[in-house]
Nanobody, 123 residues
């Protein structure tokens, strides 16, 4: 059983930056594809970014390309999401996730979820 704990959310003005971190425990971290989902009020959860086990390949949803960067440290069992040039539409609860398949954006494909951290971007 993998436990995921996010940190780093908060309130920021549009154009600002935040860095989310996720600490994993209870499993072999390097065995998992890691990612970040988000869910805004009244909207479905959507994948924001994911990263392969080795960190060699990343994926981003179009709306965050060029602004967000996902990274992982397999020695420290952590995954991070650097968010720059934040927009009010980035406001959501952000979830750290772990799964075993690279080829899916569906929430159901990810086996483990953190509790979520709120990101609020003011206009």
């Amino acid at each position: 059983q993998v436990q995921l704990v996010e940190s780093g959310g908060g309130l920021v003005q549009a154009g600002g930056s935040l860095r989310l971190s996720c600490a994993a425990s209870g499993g072999t971290f390097s065995n998992y594809v890691m990612g970040w989902f988000r869910q805004a009020p009244g909207k479905e959860r959507e994948i924001v970014a994911r990263i392969r086990r080795s960190g060699s390949l990343t994926y981003y949803v179009d709306s965050v390309k060029g602004r967000f960067t996902i990274s992982r440290d397999n020695a420290k069992n952590t995954v991070s999401l650097q968010m720059n040039s934040l927009k009010p539409e980035d406001t959501a609860v952000y979830y750290c996730v772990a799964g075993t398949t690279w080829y899916s954006d569906a929430a159901q494909a990810y086996d483990y979820w953190g509790q979520g951290t709120q990101v609020t971007v003011s206009a």
